[in-house]
Protein backbone atom coordinates (compact mmCIF):
# COMPACT_ATOMS: atom_id res chain seq x y z
CA UNK A 1 0.00 0.00 0.00
CA UNK A 2 1.47 3.19 -1.04
CA UNK A 3 2.24 5.95 1.70
CA UNK A 4 2.82 8.28 -0.83
CA UNK A 5 1.34 8.57 -4.13
CA UNK A 6 2.30 11.21 -6.89
CA UNK A 7 -0.23 10.62 -10.33
CA UNK A 8 0.87 12.60 -13.20
CA UNK A 9 2.48 15.82 -11.53
CA UNK A 10 3.89 18.83 -12.47
CA UNK A 11 5.33 21.89 -10.84
CA UNK A 12 6.12 24.33 -13.40
CA UNK A 13 7.77 27.87 -12.02
CA UNK A 14 6.78 31.18 -14.12
CA UNK A 15 9.40 32.71 -15.90
CA UNK A 16 11.73 35.11 -14.18
CA UNK A 17 12.04 37.31 -16.74
CA UNK A 18 9.36 38.39 -19.59
CA UNK A 19 12.17 37.37 -22.63
CA UNK A 20 12.11 33.47 -20.55
CA UNK A 21 10.43 30.90 -20.65
CA UNK A 22 8.36 28.84 -17.59
CA UNK A 23 10.85 26.21 -16.04
CA UNK A 24 9.03 22.58 -15.73
CA UNK A 25 11.00 21.84 -12.66
CA UNK A 26 9.45 18.39 -12.02
CA UNK A 27 7.17 17.25 -15.47
CA UNK A 28 4.70 14.29 -15.36
CA UNK A 29 5.98 12.03 -12.18
CA UNK A 30 4.00 9.06 -11.41
CA UNK A 31 5.73 7.12 -8.41
CA UNK A 32 4.86 5.48 -5.74
CA UNK A 33 5.91 4.67 -2.28
CA UNK A 34 5.00 2.16 -0.44
CA UNK A 35 5.16 2.36 3.25
CA UNK A 36 7.91 0.87 5.08
CA UNK A 37 10.34 1.03 2.25
CA UNK A 38 13.64 3.35 2.41
CA UNK A 39 12.66 5.13 -1.06
CA UNK A 40 15.69 7.22 -2.98
CA UNK A 41 15.31 9.19 -5.25
CA UNK A 42 18.51 9.79 -7.20
CA UNK A 43 19.56 13.02 -10.00
CA UNK A 44 22.01 15.50 -10.53
CA UNK A 45 21.60 18.96 -9.50
CA UNK A 46 18.78 20.86 -11.01
CA UNK A 47 16.63 17.30 -11.89
CA UNK A 48 14.16 18.48 -9.74
CA UNK A 49 14.60 16.98 -6.78
CA UNK A 50 13.98 18.92 -3.91
CA UNK A 51 11.05 20.78 -5.67
CA UNK A 52 9.92 17.04 -5.81
CA UNK A 53 10.13 16.76 -2.01
CA UNK A 54 8.40 20.25 -1.68
CA UNK A 55 5.47 18.63 -3.73
CA UNK A 56 4.97 15.54 -1.06
CA UNK A 57 5.00 17.81 2.09
CA UNK A 58 2.68 20.18 0.44
CA UNK A 59 4.90 23.14 1.33
CA UNK A 60 4.66 24.33 -2.64
CA UNK A 61 1.37 23.72 -4.57
CA UNK A 62 1.56 21.61 -7.88
CA UNK A 63 1.25 23.17 -11.09
CA UNK A 64 -0.99 19.46 -12.15
CA UNK A 65 -1.67 15.97 -11.06
CA UNK A 66 -2.46 15.02 -7.45
CA UNK A 67 -0.10 14.22 -5.01
CA UNK A 68 -1.54 11.74 -1.81
CA UNK A 69 -0.51 11.29 1.36
CA UNK A 70 -1.48 8.11 3.80
CA UNK A 71 -4.63 7.41 1.33
CA UNK A 72 -5.12 11.48 1.53
CA UNK A 73 -5.34 13.60 -2.00
CA UNK A 74 -3.21 16.71 -0.19
CA UNK A 75 -2.85 19.04 -3.24
CA UNK A 76 -5.24 21.61 -3.52
CA UNK A 77 -6.29 21.47 0.16
CA UNK A 78 -6.55 24.61 2.50
CA UNK A 79 -3.53 25.53 4.52
CA UNK A 80 -5.30 24.66 7.79
CA UNK A 81 -5.59 20.98 6.71
CA UNK A 82 -2.20 20.72 5.45
CA UNK A 83 -0.78 21.73 8.99
CA UNK A 84 -1.81 18.76 9.78
CA UNK A 85 -0.49 16.44 7.07
CA UNK A 86 2.53 18.50 7.54
CA UNK A 87 3.02 17.05 11.32
CA UNK A 88 3.06 13.44 9.95
CA UNK A 89 5.81 14.33 7.64
CA UNK A 90 9.65 14.82 9.25
CA UNK A 91 12.07 16.68 7.06
CA UNK A 92 16.21 16.81 7.52
CA UNK A 93 17.91 18.81 6.03
CA UNK A 94 22.14 19.00 3.68
CA UNK A 95 22.36 22.50 6.49
CA UNK A 96 21.07 20.87 9.23
CA UNK A 97 18.64 23.93 9.76
CA UNK A 98 19.01 24.00 13.70
CA UNK A 99 18.03 26.86 16.06
CA UNK A 100 21.43 28.04 17.03
CA UNK A 101 20.10 30.26 19.74
CA UNK A 102 18.44 26.91 21.20
CA UNK A 103 19.98 23.93 22.99
CA UNK A 104 20.19 20.52 21.49
CA UNK A 105 17.16 20.16 23.69
CA UNK A 106 15.16 23.12 22.90
CA UNK A 107 15.85 21.97 19.05
CA UNK A 108 14.15 18.45 19.60
CA UNK A 109 11.91 19.91 21.86
CA UNK A 110 10.34 23.00 19.50
CA UNK A 111 8.12 20.96 16.95
CA UNK A 112 6.54 19.53 20.01
CA UNK A 113 5.44 22.73 21.10
CA UNK A 114 3.93 23.82 17.73
CA UNK A 115 2.37 20.85 18.17
CA UNK A 116 0.72 22.00 21.60
CA UNK A 117 2.38 18.78 23.54
CA UNK A 118 2.11 19.91 27.36
CA UNK A 119 5.12 20.28 29.00
CA UNK A 120 6.21 17.25 30.93
CA UNK A 121 5.34 15.02 27.98
CA UNK A 122 7.28 16.90 26.10
CA UNK A 123 10.47 16.64 28.40
CA UNK A 124 10.12 12.95 28.41
CA UNK A 125 10.04 12.66 24.59
CA UNK A 126 12.75 15.22 23.93
CA UNK A 127 14.89 12.86 26.66
CA UNK A 128 13.67 9.64 24.26
CA UNK A 129 14.47 11.20 21.25
CA UNK A 130 18.12 11.96 22.43
CA UNK A 131 18.46 8.96 23.91
CA UNK A 132 17.44 7.07 20.52
CA UNK A 133 20.48 9.07 18.43
CA UNK A 134 22.90 9.26 21.22
CA UNK A 135 22.98 12.60 22.07
CA UNK A 136 21.74 12.49 25.69
CA UNK A 137 24.56 13.95 26.91
CA UNK A 138 24.49 17.09 24.78
CA UNK A 139 20.99 18.35 25.61
CA UNK A 140 22.74 21.48 26.96
CA UNK A 141 25.01 21.65 24.44
CA UNK A 142 24.33 24.55 21.30
CA UNK A 143 24.46 23.31 18.03
CA UNK A 144 27.64 25.23 17.16
CA UNK A 145 29.37 23.46 19.98
CA UNK A 146 28.94 20.37 18.28
CA UNK A 147 30.60 18.38 15.16
CA UNK A 148 28.48 17.60 11.33
CA UNK A 149 27.65 14.17 11.90
CA UNK A 150 26.10 15.59 15.99
CA UNK A 151 24.04 18.28 14.29
CA UNK A 152 22.62 15.71 11.86
CA UNK A 153 21.46 13.73 14.19
CA UNK A 154 19.62 16.60 16.47
CA UNK A 155 17.89 17.04 12.93
CA UNK A 156 17.08 13.33 13.27
CA UNK A 157 15.80 13.68 16.58
CA UNK A 158 13.42 16.93 15.64
CA UNK A 159 12.44 16.18 12.58
CA UNK A 160 10.75 12.02 14.61
CA UNK A 161 9.81 13.98 17.76
CA UNK A 162 5.84 14.07 16.50
CA UNK A 163 6.29 10.63 15.35
CA UNK A 164 5.84 10.91 12.08
CA UNK A 165 5.20 8.23 9.70
CA UNK A 166 7.28 9.73 6.91
CA UNK A 167 10.70 11.26 7.17
CA UNK A 168 11.89 13.49 3.87
CA UNK A 169 16.33 13.52 3.95
CA UNK A 170 16.90 16.25 1.39
CA UNK A 171 21.26 15.82 0.67
CA UNK A 172 20.92 14.82 4.61
CA UNK A 173 24.92 13.14 4.34
CA UNK A 174 25.92 15.64 1.53
CA UNK A 175 27.60 18.04 3.99
CA UNK A 176 29.58 15.15 6.08
CA UNK A 177 32.57 13.32 5.21
CA UNK A 178 32.64 9.69 4.56
CA UNK A 179 32.52 8.11 7.93
CA UNK A 180 30.03 10.40 9.34
CA UNK A 181 28.20 9.89 6.53
CA UNK A 182 28.23 5.91 6.97
CA UNK A 183 27.11 6.71 10.86
CA UNK A 184 24.31 9.03 9.93
CA UNK A 185 23.13 6.26 7.00
CA UNK A 186 23.59 3.61 9.65
CA UNK A 187 21.02 6.08 12.46
CA UNK A 188 18.43 6.07 9.28
CA UNK A 189 18.55 2.13 8.81
CA UNK A 190 17.22 2.12 12.38
CA UNK A 191 14.85 4.91 12.00
CA UNK A 192 13.64 2.79 9.27
CA UNK A 193 13.82 -0.93 11.10
CA UNK A 194 12.91 0.66 14.44
CA UNK A 195 9.82 2.60 13.99
CA UNK A 196 8.65 1.66 10.29
CA UNK A 197 9.67 4.65 9.29
CA UNK A 198 9.27 5.26 5.65
CA UNK A 199 12.20 7.58 4.28
CA UNK A 200 12.20 9.06 1.35
CA UNK A 201 16.35 9.71 0.53
CA UNK A 202 17.35 12.50 -1.84
CA UNK A 203 20.54 12.55 -2.99
CA UNK A 204 23.12 12.56 -5.49
CA UNK A 205 25.40 9.97 -3.99
CA UNK A 206 24.90 6.48 -5.28
CA UNK A 207 26.73 5.56 -2.29
CA UNK A 208 23.88 6.48 -0.23
CA UNK A 209 21.43 4.68 -2.41
CA UNK A 210 22.98 1.09 -2.29
CA UNK A 211 24.15 1.41 1.54
CA UNK A 212 20.38 1.78 2.73
CA UNK A 213 17.70 2.22 0.39
CA UNK A 214 14.98 -0.82 -0.88
CA UNK A 215 13.73 1.40 -4.03
CA UNK A 216 15.27 3.90 -6.29
CA UNK A 217 13.79 6.43 -9.04
CA UNK A 218 16.40 8.68 -11.39
CA UNK A 219 15.10 12.13 -11.99
CA UNK A 220 16.44 13.79 -14.97
CA UNK A 221 15.06 16.81 -16.22
CA UNK A 222 11.97 17.03 -14.22
CA UNK A 223 10.84 13.42 -15.39
CA UNK A 224 11.41 10.03 -13.50
CA UNK A 225 13.20 7.84 -16.27
CA UNK A 226 13.66 5.02 -14.70
CA UNK A 227 12.59 3.73 -11.20
CA UNK A 228 12.50 0.31 -9.44
CA UNK A 229 14.66 -2.20 -6.64
CA UNK A 230 18.08 -0.85 -5.92
CA UNK A 231 19.28 -4.66 -7.17
CA UNK A 232 17.66 -4.19 -10.47
CA UNK A 233 18.77 -0.96 -11.36
CA UNK A 234 21.94 -1.56 -10.01
CA UNK A 235 22.26 -4.95 -11.86
CA UNK A 236 20.95 -3.67 -14.97
CA UNK A 237 20.36 -0.21 -15.60
CA UNK A 238 18.12 0.83 -18.68
CA UNK A 239 19.01 4.32 -19.10
CA UNK A 240 22.48 6.65 -20.09
CA UNK A 241 21.68 8.27 -16.75
CA UNK A 242 21.29 5.61 -14.47
CA UNK A 243 23.99 3.76 -16.06
CA UNK A 244 26.03 6.58 -15.45
CA UNK A 245 25.09 6.88 -11.62
CA UNK A 246 25.53 3.15 -10.94
CA UNK A 247 29.14 3.34 -12.83
CA UNK A 248 30.13 5.70 -9.78
CA UNK A 249 29.65 2.51 -7.28
CA UNK A 250 29.91 -0.92 -9.67
CA UNK A 251 33.01 -2.11 -11.79
CA UNK A 252 31.26 -3.01 -14.96
CA UNK A 253 32.65 -3.05 -18.28
CA UNK A 254 36.07 -1.11 -18.91
CA UNK A 255 35.88 2.31 -20.48
CA UNK A 256 37.37 3.22 -23.44
CA UNK A 257 40.50 4.39 -21.89
CA UNK A 258 40.62 1.33 -19.18
CA UNK A 259 40.75 -1.16 -22.68
CA UNK A 260 43.54 0.50 -23.93
CA UNK A 261 45.52 0.34 -20.90
CA UNK A 262 44.61 -3.57 -20.59
CA UNK A 263 44.57 -3.96 -24.56
CA UNK A 264 48.84 -3.42 -24.46
CA UNK A 265 48.54 -5.87 -21.53
CA UNK A 266 46.80 -8.22 -22.52
CA UNK A 267 46.49 -8.83 -26.79
CA UNK A 268 44.58 -11.88 -27.04
CA UNK A 269 41.04 -11.76 -26.32
CA UNK A 270 38.89 -10.34 -24.04
CA UNK A 271 35.09 -11.23 -22.36
CA UNK A 272 33.23 -9.46 -19.73
CA UNK A 273 30.86 -12.19 -17.84
CA UNK A 274 27.77 -10.84 -15.96
CA UNK A 275 26.94 -13.06 -13.36
CA UNK A 276 23.67 -12.30 -11.17
CA UNK A 277 21.97 -13.59 -8.26
CA UNK A 278 20.99 -17.15 -7.77
CA UNK A 279 22.20 -17.77 -11.28
CA UNK A 280 25.31 -19.88 -13.22
CA UNK A 281 27.75 -19.82 -10.90
CA UNK A 282 31.32 -18.64 -11.89
CA UNK A 283 32.97 -22.11 -11.09
CA UNK A 284 30.59 -23.34 -13.63
CA UNK A 285 32.06 -21.38 -16.31
CA UNK A 286 35.51 -21.46 -15.20
CA UNK A 287 35.48 -25.20 -15.13
CA UNK A 288 33.94 -25.19 -18.87
CA UNK A 289 36.77 -23.05 -19.84
CA UNK A 290 39.66 -25.49 -18.18
CA UNK A 291 37.36 -28.39 -19.97
CA UNK A 292 38.25 -26.39 -23.16
CA UNK A 293 41.62 -26.01 -23.03
CA UNK A 294 41.20 -21.97 -22.26
CA UNK A 295 43.07 -19.96 -19.72
CA UNK A 296 42.12 -17.08 -18.05
CA UNK A 297 43.04 -13.99 -16.15
CA UNK A 298 40.70 -11.52 -14.18
CA UNK A 299 41.87 -8.27 -15.48
CA UNK A 300 38.85 -5.98 -14.26
CA UNK A 301 35.58 -5.74 -12.56
CA UNK A 302 34.15 -7.45 -9.09
CA UNK A 303 31.07 -8.37 -7.68
CA UNK A 304 28.61 -6.04 -5.56
CA UNK A 305 26.60 -7.05 -3.13
CA UNK A 306 23.39 -5.70 -2.66
CA UNK A 307 20.78 -5.90 0.31
CA UNK A 308 22.24 -9.61 0.46
CA UNK A 309 22.14 -10.48 -3.35
CA UNK A 310 25.03 -10.19 -6.05
CA UNK A 311 25.72 -9.48 -9.17
CA UNK A 312 29.09 -8.89 -11.01
CA UNK A 313 31.17 -8.16 -14.04
CA UNK A 314 33.92 -10.06 -14.52
CA UNK A 315 36.26 -9.25 -17.29
CA UNK A 316 38.96 -11.98 -18.02
CA UNK A 317 41.48 -12.22 -20.79
CA UNK A 318 41.58 -15.42 -22.40
CA UNK A 319 44.31 -17.12 -23.54
CA UNK A 320 44.23 -20.68 -26.18
CA UNK A 321 43.47 -20.69 -29.72
CA UNK A 322 40.47 -18.95 -31.57
CA UNK A 323 38.75 -22.41 -32.39
CA UNK A 324 39.03 -23.52 -28.15
CA UNK A 325 37.99 -20.01 -26.77
CA UNK A 326 34.75 -19.63 -29.51
CA UNK A 327 34.34 -23.46 -28.11
CA UNK A 328 34.64 -22.56 -24.07
CA UNK A 329 32.01 -19.02 -24.86
CA UNK A 330 29.68 -21.16 -26.94
CA UNK A 331 29.76 -23.33 -23.62
CA UNK A 332 28.83 -20.42 -21.31
CA UNK A 333 25.24 -20.66 -19.97
CA UNK A 334 22.69 -18.60 -22.12
CA UNK A 335 21.72 -17.04 -18.72
CA UNK A 336 24.76 -15.18 -18.82
CA UNK A 337 25.76 -12.38 -20.88
CA UNK A 338 28.63 -12.49 -22.34
CA UNK A 339 30.36 -9.56 -24.41
CA UNK A 340 33.41 -9.55 -26.40
CA UNK A 341 34.69 -6.63 -25.11
CA UNK A 342 37.64 -6.09 -28.10
N1 LIG B 1 11.26 28.50 -6.35
C1 LIG B 1 11.76 28.35 -7.58
N2 LIG B 1 11.54 29.27 -8.54
C2 LIG B 1 12.01 29.11 -9.79
N3 LIG B 1 12.73 28.03 -10.20
C3 LIG B 1 12.99 27.08 -9.31
C4 LIG B 1 12.52 27.18 -7.95
N4 LIG B 1 12.93 26.07 -7.29
C5 LIG B 1 13.63 25.33 -8.17
N5 LIG B 1 13.66 25.92 -9.38
C6 LIG B 1 14.31 25.38 -10.59
O1 LIG B 1 13.80 24.08 -10.80
C7 LIG B 1 14.82 23.20 -11.28
C8 LIG B 1 14.91 21.99 -10.34
O2 LIG B 1 15.43 22.43 -9.08
P1 LIG B 1 15.58 21.48 -7.82
O3 LIG B 1 16.19 22.28 -6.72
O4 LIG B 1 14.28 20.80 -7.56
O5 LIG B 1 16.61 20.40 -8.34
P2 LIG B 1 17.49 19.39 -7.52
O6 LIG B 1 17.51 18.13 -8.31
O7 LIG B 1 17.00 19.31 -6.12
O8 LIG B 1 18.90 20.06 -7.58
P3 LIG B 1 19.87 20.49 -6.38
O9 LIG B 1 20.42 19.23 -5.84
O10 LIG B 1 20.88 21.35 -7.05
O11 LIG B 1 18.99 21.25 -5.41
C9 LIG B 1 16.08 24.03 -11.35
O12 LIG B 1 16.27 24.45 -12.67
C10 LIG B 1 15.81 25.20 -10.42
O13 LIG B 1 16.52 26.33 -10.83
Do not use: C, W
Not at 177 to 194: F, G, H, S, Y
Not at 278 to 283: F, L, Y
Amino acid sequence: MPIVRLSAVSKTYPAPRRTSRPLTAVDNVTLDIDAGDIFGIIGYSGAGKSTLVRLINALEPVSAGTVEVAGTVISGMRERELRQVRLGIGMIFQQFNLFNSRTVAGNVDYPLQVAGVPAAERKVRVAEMLEFVGLADKASSYPDQLSGGQKQRVGIARALATSPRILLADEATSALDPETTLEVLALLKRVNEEFGITIVLITHEMEVIKSIAHRVAVMDSGRVIEQGTVFDVFSNPQTDAAKRFVSTVVKAVPEAHELAVLRQRHPGRIVTISFADGGVSQSAVFLGFAQHGVTFELVYGGVNDIQGRTFGHLTLALGGDDAAIDRALASVDSSLTVTEVA
